[in-house]
């Protein structure tokens, strides 16, 4: 069974950092675009962050570009979300999403082309 478990969500004041882990189990992500997302109550899935199945290539959505910071540690696994600067209104549940399908980055920014979701882990930033 594949599973997506993410960590290191939380409560932390505007302005500060957390860093977020989705480990992964069941079947390797070393050749699979991985990918971060977000979801405010009531809104649609929105993409923050992805990164190539090498590392060597991230992606950003405009609103945390130059905040936030994507990596990965195939050898463990493993996807990170390095968020800094915080603002109150990243304030939501954050999720690790893997790809599926090896070797594809087209769409990465599309939620429905994952084919696989962490748990989610929340985030609250205070003002």
């Known amino acids: 069974q594949v599973q997506l478990v993410e960590s290191g969500g939380g409560l932390v004041q505007a302005g500060g950092s957390l860093r977020l882990s989705c480990a992964a189990s069941?079947?390797?992500?070393?050749?699979?675009?991985m990918g971060w997302f977000r979801r405010a109550p009531g809104k649609e899935r929105e993409f923050v962050a992805a990164?190539?199945?090498?590392?060597?290539?991230?992606f950003y959505a405009d609103s945390v570009k130059g905040r936030f910071t994507i990596s990965r540690d195939n050898a463990r696994n493993t996807v990170y979300l390095q968020m800094n600067s915080l603002k109150p209104e990243d304030t939501t549940v954050y999720y690790c999403?893997?790809?599926?399908?090896?070797?594809?980055?087209?769409?990465?920014?599309?939620?429905?082309?994952?084919?696989?979701w962490g748990q989610g882990t929340q985030v609250f930033v205070s003002s």
């Open positions: 990164i190539t199945w090498t590392g060597h290539t991230t």
């Open positions: 999403a893997g790809r599926g399908y090896p070797h594809d980055t087209a769409r990465y920014e599309w939620a429905d082309t994952y084919r696989y």
């Open positions: 069941g079947r390797t992500f070393s050749n699979d675009v």
